[in-house]
């Protein structure tokens, strides 16, 4: 005998262990669109006017996000949805994953915008690594990235730049913070607050585990690329992912605690922490906390 919804009684295709919840397919999309509706409510609030970034790589996360931003504010046409997606040129990855995202921006019409390493920075992603072996690929990558998401984000006039970090990663991220002692980074992490010049930050899917995350894009049958990045192996993020996993099945509900206490306690770090004075990079111009920015640090330029 199938195990039935407890909303409904239809099917249940997943358990819920943290709200002890059996759920159909109709009641979970209803659950995930709720949690992901609330965030922007609370946390995101989107305006009239507003173009809305949305950094989309072609996995289950970002093309969740486009999907259900879509979803809910494609109808508005005080809004607009622009798609960005960098092509850092790691070969064999990158590749599969922009067919994907290309796919999901026709389908929905979207506005679909795509940028390269090679052509902002004059090397792929690859080349850098291969050159440079002091620091792992993902260093380059994540610096490089998010400058280069925000710069687009900036030319096109967006007022916000969705990414799409779900409860896992934000699980993740906050333990990293505190196992680091990382005050600054935590800060930054908070809520967020517009700072001339970075495009602000919106995270609609934290408060929606990994694991629903990737279920809602197979029920809605959403193309997505399910290959990892070769060079995927930050070792700290892995641990701590385990170890959060661990807690998570044997306390249900500690990666949601994790966020709220996070979520109760950093504005009031944030009021008596110094904050660190932002300037413009010398020889780029982006907004940074130097006076050159990581991305040109990175790149050996001065
Ligand atoms: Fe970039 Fe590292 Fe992510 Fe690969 S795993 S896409 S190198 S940040
Ligand atoms: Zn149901």
């Given at each position: 005998?199938?195990?039935?919804?407890?909303?409904?009684?239809?099917?249940?295709?997943?358990?819920q262990?943290?709200?002890g919840?059996?759920?159909?397919?109709?009641?979970?999309?209803?659950?995930?669109?709720?949690?992901?509706?609330?965030?922007?409510?609370?946390?995101?609030k989107?305006?009239k006017?507003d173009?809305?970034?949305?950094?989309?790589?072609?996995?289950?996360?970002?093309?969740?996000l486009?999907?259900?931003?879509?979803?809910?504010?494609?109808?508005?046409?005080?809004?607009?949805?622009?798609a960005?997606?960098?092509d850092e040129?790691?070969?064999?990855?990158?590749?599969?994953?922009?067919?994907?995202?290309r796919?999901?921006?026709?389908?929905?019409?979207?506005?679909?915008?795509?940028?390269?390493?090679?052509?902002?920075?004059?090397?792929?992603?690859?080349?850098?690594?291969?050159q440079?072996?002091?620091?792992?690929?993902?260093?380059?990558?994540?610096v490089?990235?998010?400058?280069?998401?925000?710069?687009?984000?900036?030319?096109?006039?967006?007022?916000?730049?969705?990414?799409?970090?779900?409860?896992?990663?934000?699980?993740?991220?906050?333990?990293?913070?505190?196992?680091?002692?990382?005050?600054?980074?935590?800060?930054?992490l908070?809520p967020?607050?517009?700072?001339?010049?970075?495009?602000?930050?919106?995270?609609?899917?934290?408060?929606?585990?990994?694991?629903?995350?990737?279920?809602?894009a197979?029920?809605?049958?959403?193309?997505?690329?399910?290959?990892?990045?070769?060079?995927?192996?930050?070792?700290?993020?892995?641990?701590?992912?385990?170890?959060?996993?661990?807690?998570?099945?044997?306390?249900p509900?500690?990666?949601?605690?994790?966020?709220?206490?996070?979520d109760?306690?950093v504005?009031?770090?944030?009021k008596?922490?110094?904050?660190?004075?932002?300037?413009?990079?010398?020889?780029?111009?982006?907004?940074?906390?130097?006076?050159?920015?990581?991305?040109?640090k990175?790149?050996?330029?001065?």
């Amino acid at each position: 005998m199938s195990i039935k919804c407890m909303k409904c009684n239809r099917d249940a295709i997943i358990f819920q262990k943290y709200s002890g919840m059996h759920i159909c397919k109709r009641h979970f999309i209803e659950d995930v669109e709720r949690k992901v509706k609330l965030t922007i409510r609370k946390q995101y609030k989107i305006e009239k006017g507003d173009i809305i970034a949305v950094a989309l790589s072609g996995g289950k996360d970002s093309v969740v996000l486009l999907y259900l931003l879509h979803k809910v504010f494609g109808v508005r046409r005080d809004i607009e949805i622009v798609a960005i997606t960098i092509d850092e040129g790691i070969a064999g990855y990158r590749e599969e994953t922009l067919e994907k995202a290309r796919k999901l921006t026709s389908e929905l019409g979207i506005r679909h915008i795509v940028r390269s390493f090679k052509d902002e920075y004059d090397k792929t992603l690859d080349e850098l690594t291969a050159q440079e072996r002091k620091l792992g690929a993902c260093s380059y990558c994540g610096v490089l990235r998010k400058s280069l998401l925000n710069k687009i984000a900036n030319e096109i006039g967006a007022t916000k730049l969705a990414t799409g970090h779900n409860l896992d990663d934000e699980a993740q991220t906050i333990m990293m913070n505190h196992l680091g002692g990382d005050v600054d980074r935590m800060i930054r992490l908070s809520p967020p607050r517009a700072i001339e010049g970075l495009v602000l930050r919106a995270k609609p899917l934290r408060k929606v585990p990994e694991k629903e995350v990737a279920l809602y894009a197979i029920v809605n049958e959403l193309p997505f690329d399910m290959s990892e990045c070769p060079y995927a192996h930050e070792a700290l993020r892995g641990e701590v992912r385990d170890m959060v996993n661990e807690f998570e099945s044997r306390h249900p509900g500690t990666k949601y605690s994790i966020m709220r206490g996070f979520d109760k306690t950093v504005g009031i770090i944030a009021k008596e922490y110094p904050q660190t004075e932002l300037s413009k990079c010398r020889v780029c111009g982006e907004t940074c906390t130097a006076s050159l920015c990581q991305a040109c640090k990175l790149l050996g330029r001065s």
